[in-house]
């Protein structure tokens, strides 16, 4: 089965750091490149970040620039995305999502989401 | 960075009726790169239409995409119940990839 799945959200103190992973499966990871979107409670959708198929390429948001880092492991078929210096701002369900082809780059394939909660 | 703006904020439609959505972007989306996701509550979002009026695989044809440039639909044909949901808009022709802020579609 095509599938995402994210792990590693929780309840991180103002100006600690997360890691988020989220685990492929069903499809040649390597492929496609793969970002990160979240969603603040109640809100809209907000992408965070993308990196290339082969991790040779790193894309941010402003708003998480020199904050966030996205990574991925091609033998893992896992996406990461480390995040430091969290603010309560940062508060929000992190879904990874699968870019549909290198031509055509709408998210075709979305994890169910892990909540990441920055509070005291 | 490119702005989408989504109307109405709310439709209040009955099931068979055709809902019209509209996104609005504060410039022209290059090569028509527009999407539209369908989410509903506890859910992730899902690919209805990409390139502006390709639908994704799977979703029904009352489902269609039009439009270009600045002005993009979203048209439900006929309601069922399973479409009363949050419908974003986004485009991914520019730098940063951004999400116009959501019509929900609800029971009349």
């Known amino acids: 089965e095509v599938q995402l799945l994210e792990s590693g959200g929780g309840l991180v103190q103002p100006g600690g750091s997360l890691r988020l992973s989220c685990a492929a499966s069903g499809f040649t990871f390597s492929s496609y490149a793969m970002s990160w979107v979240r969603q603040a409670p109640g809100k809209g959708l907000e992408w965070v970040s993308t990196i290339s198929g082969s991790g040779g390429g790193a894309y941010y948001a402003d708003s998480v620039k020199g904050r966030f880092t996205i990574s991925r492991d091609n033998s893992k078929n896992t996406l990461y995305l480390q995040m430091n210096s969290l603010r309560a701002e940062d508060t929000a369900i992190y879904f990874c999502?699968?870019?549909?082809?290198?031509?055509?780059?709408?998210?075709?394939?979305w994890g169910q989401g892990t909540l990441v909660t920055v509070s005291s | 960075e490119i702005v989408l703006t989504q109307s109405p904020g709310t439709l209040s439609l009955s099931p068979g009726e055709r809902a019209t959505l509209s996104c609005r972007a504060s410039q022209s989306v290059s090569s028509n790169y527009l999407a539209w996701y369908q989410q509903k509550p506890g859910q992730a979002p899902g690919l209805l239409i990409y390139?502006?009026?390709s639908r994704a695989t799977g979703i029904p044809d009352r489902f269609s995409g039009s439009g270009s440039g600045t002005d993009f639909t979203l048209t439900i044909s006929r309601l069922e119940p399973e479409d009363f949901a949050v419908y974003y808009c986004?485009?991914?022709?520019?730098?940063?990839?951004?999400f116009g802020q959501g019509t929900k579609v609800e029971v009349k």
């Open positions: 999502a699968r870019d549909r082809s290198p031509s055509d780059r709408s998210f075709d394939l």
């Open positions: 390139g502006a009026s």
């Open positions: 986004q485009q991914y022709g520019s730098s940063p990839r951004t």
